[in-house]
T-cell receptor, first 113, second 112 residues
């Protein structure tokens, strides 16, 4: 059982380049999330999707776009990467019940130079 | 001021010690409280989950929530080198448990 799978695991971009981070879950969860983790800041929510076809902004959405392609897949796109977007990005998924956990992927380490 | 404050450490203890990790928060709407453990270069994984106030115990781990003081704690008894990791507190006002506010994380090292 793979859980939450993120690709790629590592990426180096030049300022101004674009890229899409991919995320897929095989747990039949309705909700999916994108977080970024920076030193001393913990994890911060970028965007989330409560169900297929819906997306909402989180705490730090500027500079990002998302697509909930289907129930399994939720992608994060950087249209014009900036050095401030250097971070570790985590995708997560959960059910809608209040007594269940959010499952996280292994992360994508992105460096923008 | 951050909604959730957590001492980043690092915290270094000898094997067998009792470890206390803490978070304070400012949003009285938080009802769901979690502790995640994150090993180096891995994703966070849920360690403990508590709804509202009270204590919860799971093996060597005990989570406490004091909503009147806006303070949560995680205690680790008989700490082991395998407990060396970053511990993140997380909170939510919604039953949608993936939409979380995290503390900064405390890095713990347990020395043999």
């Amino acid at each position: 059982n793979a859980g939450v799978t993120q690709t790629p695991k590592f990426q180096v971009l030049k300022t101004g380049q674009s890229m899409t981070l991919q995320c897929a879950q095989d747990m039949n969860h309705n909700s999916m999330y994108w977080y970024r983790q920076d030193p001393g800041m913990g994890l911060r929510l970028i965007y989330y999707s409560a169900s297929e076809g819906t997306t909402d902004k989180g705490e730090v959405p500027n500079g990002y776009n998302v697509s909930r392609l289907n129930k399994r897949e939720f992608s994060l796109r950087l249209e014009s990467a900036a050095p401030s977007q250097t971070s570790v990005y985590f995708c997560a998924s959960s059910t809608d019940r209040g007594d269940t956990e959010a499952f996280f992927g292994q992360g994508t380490r992105l460096t923008v130079v | 001021q951050k909604e959730v404050e957590q001492d980043p450490g690092p915290l270094s203890v000898p094997e067998g010690a009792i470890v206390s990790l803490n978070c304070t928060y400012s949003n009285s709407a938080f009802q769901y409280f979690m502790w995640y453990r994150q090993y180096s270069r891995k994703g966070p994984e849920l360690l403990m989950y508590t709804y509202s106030s009270g204590n919860k115990e799971d093996g060597r781990f005990t989570a406490q929530v004091d909503k009147s003081s806006k303070y949560i704690s995680l205690f680790i008894r008989d700490s082991q080198p395998s407990d060396s990791a970053t511990y993140l507190c997380a909170m939510s006002s919604s039953s949608n448990t993936g939409k979380l506010i995290f503390g900064q994380g405390t890095t713990l090292q347990v020395k043999p």
